[in-house]
């Protein structure tokens, strides 16, 4: 009997250090291959130097790769995995949101606009974008003093912890999942692009304002902005200090 195969996917350096950490006590269990986007072209390069971290394109790999591993781990993919990957594998997403809540991109930032809740949803992966049986899954709260970034990093270490408990049952299939009561939304990058398009003339609360350049600051990222009269952007940001 072969060995379990893992292939983690992942383009979040931090998670990526952290969850080499938390697989080291299955050194010799489980074999775990490492692979990024291959459009991603932010990776440190201290990541792939010993070639343990490799660039991978899922839309051009075949079922001969596939094949090789029992699992797939997408842990913060840029990149879709193919249907015909999704349907034949079982193939498990780490997702920095609460399912079926804020599907899609940047699940935090619009947490914060809407007050839906956020966290962590770890599932199986069907064709759909963030969306299958659900296997485990945890709420945080968001704080007005937070800004997007905040709620990002808690969402990571919320990450790396549930990982931490629950790998060797999400390896070897030893769980039970359910699904949402309803489809919930999703949202792309088209609708965050909108929201860091700030209209200097939009009538609304302090707190709606507020709450629009919480949830898109994001350090070291300029994101919000609004155009001066020659037509130059300014970015615009938040700092907020609990007392």
């Given at each position: ?111 914060i606009i809407d ?29 007005e003093h937070e ?37 919930g939304n999703i ?57």
């Amino acid at each position: 009997m072969r060995d379990i195969r893992v292939c983690v996917i992942t383009d979040n350096e931090f998670l990526f250090h952290g969850f080499k950490k938390i697989i080291q006590k299955y050194s010799g269990i489980y074999e775990f291959e490492f692979y990024y986007s291959y459009f991603n072209t932010g990776i440190m390069p201290e990541c792939f130097a010993k070639e343990e971290y490799r660039p991978i394109c899922l839309k051009n790999e075949n079922e001969q790769f596939f094949s090789k591993f029992d699992l797939f781990l997408s842990i913060h993919c840029k990149q879709l995995f193919p249907k015909e990957l999704v349907m034949k594998h079982r193939c498990i997403n780490i997702h920095p949101g609460f399912n079926p809540y804020n599907r899609g991109w940047f699940p935090q930032v619009f947490s914060i606009i809407d007050k839906q809740p956020v966290g962590v949803t770890i599932h199986e992966m069907d064709a759909e974008l963030d969306h299958g049986p659900i296997i485990i899954q945890q709420e945080i709260p968001i704080y007005e003093h937070e800004t997007s970034f905040d709620v990002y990093q808690k969402i990571q270490e919320l990450e790396l912890k549930l990982l931490a408990d629950n790998l060797e049952v999400l390896i070897l299939g030893d769980y039970k999942t359910w699904l949402p009561d309803f489809e919930g939304n999703i949202n792309n990058e088209a609708d965050f692009r909108s929201l860091c398009e700030l209209d200097m003339d939009r009538v609304g609360t302090f707190r709606e304002f507020l709450d629009i350049l919480r949830a898109t600051t994001f350090a070291p990222y300029d994101n919000a902005y609004f155009l001066d009269k020659d037509n130059n952007k300014i970015f615009v940001s938040v700092n907020l200090k609990k007392s």
